[in-house]
């Protein structure tokens, strides 16, 4: 017998199983849901980048060739990943060695 009219048929089995309906939503649809959304202004979202800081540390990356870098040559505080780059940073001049430490914002300049 089939079913009576009151009961809703929950579309599990049969032909529509595999199938989901799925909306892809642009960034601008995105933005629009979260504003209406009652969330507060100390959690992130896409509006607001002001997350929590990291657990992690930081990645440290040479500064000769831009690989991560697990070495820092004590004389000049640049940070190496090969012993190649650590010979060329011994070969540097001074001004060199500052303008690198320039360029990464450290506090220390070799004099």
């Known amino acids: 017998p089939p079913p009576p009219p009151s009961v809703q048929h929950s579309g599990i089995g049969g032909a529509a199983a595999g199938k989901k309906n799925r909306t892809w939503k642009n960034l601008k649809q995105i933005l629009a849901a979260e504003r209406v959304l009652p969330w507060q202004l100390s959690e992130a979202s ?3 980048i002001d997350a929590p800081p ?3 540390p930081a990645k440290k990356y040479s ?3 831009g690989l991560p870098a697990n070495y820092t040559d004590p004389q000049t505080k640049l940070r190496f990943s090969s012993t190649d780059e650590f010979s060329y940073i011994r070969m540097l001049p001074t001004d060199a060695v500052t303008g690198y430490l320039a360029l990464r914002k ?3 300049i070799v004099p």
């Open 54 to 56: 990291s657990f992690k």
């Open 106 to 108: 450290a506090s220390c």
């Open 63 to 65: 500064d000769i060739s």
């Open 46 to 48: 896409y509006c607001n």
